[in-house]
């Protein structure tokens, strides 16, 4: 069983919205921190959201003020809204989940990477965004 599973990516055209979902298992998604990464050809990860248990969120600035990370505590569902998009939102997007401190926006993708326990993560869905 997938620990995390993306879902509601496709193909839009620039200026155009895609909300895209997670669903995950329950131990991931009571962490205590939960976020979005993507990854374009050729490219680097890059995080993009993250949600604290709290409710507190955090956005890189290439997303600021176009993309909203939100949660389903009823359905175990992550969500990432995404507004007003362009060209260079083109990418895999995976959810990923992290429990204790040291998972944040500019750490979550070196978390990944370095396989530390207590990080799951998605196989992810491609948007691809035409200009």
């Known amino acids: 069983q997938a620990q995390m599973a993306e879902s509601g990516g496709g193909s839009v055209q620039a200026g155009g919205s895609l909300r895209v979902s997670c669903v995950a298992v329950?131990?991931?998604?009571?962490?205590?921190?939960m976020g979005w990464f993507r990854q374009a050809p050729g490219k680097e990860r890059e995080g993009v959201a993250v949600?604290?248990?709290?409710?507190?969120?955090f956005y890189a600035d290439s997303v600021k003020g176009r993309f909203t990370i939100s949660k389903d505590n009823a359905k175990n569902t992550l969500f990432l809204q995404m507004n007003n998009l362009n060209h260079e939102d083109t990418a895999m997007y995976h959810c990923?989940?992290?429990?204790?401190?040291?998972?944040?926006?500019?750490?979550?993708?070196?978390?990944?990477?370095?396989?530390?326990?207590?990080?799951?993560w998605g196989q992810g869905t491609q948007v691809t965004v035409s200009s």
């Open positions: 329950e131990y991931a998604y009571n962490s205590d921190h």
């Open positions: 990923a989940a992290g429990r204790g401190p040291g998972f944040t926006l500019s750490t979550m993708t070196s978390l990944i990477a370095s396989g530390r326990k207590g990080v799951w």
């Open positions: 949600i604290d248990r709290d409710g507190t969120t």
